[in-house]
């Protein structure tokens, strides 16, 4: 993976894809709202803040970027230097697989065509197995 899910052609970013700016804010909120919802999400819910206004957003202006479409995360907090800013929550296979779950149900039902799915579907994960930084 390098720093961002797109490929560097002339095909519409994964960002313009789900529809911009809001499509990722709808991915975003329906993926937060399954890790709160879901009792099988409860291990890596519990990492997260009381509220999770402020890790919406994060998420929110990371994935801008990542996907293809303007750097917010960046213009705001600088390199995102993301696994060191995971260290301080001990990651394994099962919070791995936890956030992989909500995004891939996220990803399903906000309706993104399913080779895009699949697509960012392997980007996450090696993003995500990219984290651990615990064994088990
Ligand atoms: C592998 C399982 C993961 C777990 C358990 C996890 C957990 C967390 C937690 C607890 C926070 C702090 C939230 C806050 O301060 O509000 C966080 C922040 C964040 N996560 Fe994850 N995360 C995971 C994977 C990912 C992946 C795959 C991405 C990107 C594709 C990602 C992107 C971010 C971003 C952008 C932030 C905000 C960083 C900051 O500015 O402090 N995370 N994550």
Redesign the pocket.
């Known amino acids: 993976m390098s720093d961002d899910a797109s490929t560097g052609s002339d095909a519409p970013s994964p960002y313009t894809q789900l529809g911009g700016e809001a499509g990722v804010r709808a991915l975003v909120d329906r993926f937060y709202d399954l890790m709160d919802l879901e009792p099988a999400c409860a291990g890596?819910r519990g990492?997260?803040?009381t509220t999770?206004d402020?890790?919406r957003d994060?998420?929110f202006?990371?994935?801008c970027g990542?996907l293809g479409g303007p750097d917010l995360?960046q213009q705001r907090?600088g390199h995102?230097r993301?696994r060191a800013?995971?260290l301080?929550?001990a990651?394994g296979i099962a919070?791995?697989d936890?956030?992989?779950a909500c995004?891939q149900q996220a990803l399903a039902e906000c309706g993104a065509e399913p080779a895009l799915a699949e697509r960012l579907h392997a980007a996450?994960f090696n993003?995500?197995?990219w984290?651990?930084n615990k064994g088990g």
């Open positions: 890596i990492l997260h803040p999770l402020g890790s994060k998420l202006w990371f994935l990542w995360y907090f995102p993301l800013r995971h301080p929550y990651i919070e791995r936890q956030w992989m995004m996450f993003t995500a197995d984290m651990r």
